[in-house]
């Protein structure tokens, strides 16, 4: 019964993953465009909560350092 829970879990996760590469995408083209710092800010503050913590095990702070580093790159 835990396996629909942590589907969902997963899901909630990556979508905030892939919120958070386009938000950091579009700023790199306009580093002042609102919407995408308001959406950065907002998926950085997930990673940080407690909610995040209790849907996976995944520090927040190393995946946020991680999802800058590969956007950079490109």
Request: charged content about 35%; aromatic content about 10%.
């Amino acid at each position: 019964m835990t396996e629909p829970y942590q589907n969902l879990a997963n899901a909630i996760i990556l979508m905030a993953v892939k919120d958070y590469r386009t938000a950091l995408k579009k700023l790199k083209k306009r580093p002042k465009y609102g919407p995408a710092q308001d959406l950065k800010n907002e998926v950085e503050r997930f990673f940080r909560s407690d909610w995040y913590r209790e849907l996976t095990s995944v520090d927040g702070e190393i995946l946020i350092k991680k999802l800058q580093a590969e956007v950079s790159e490109k």
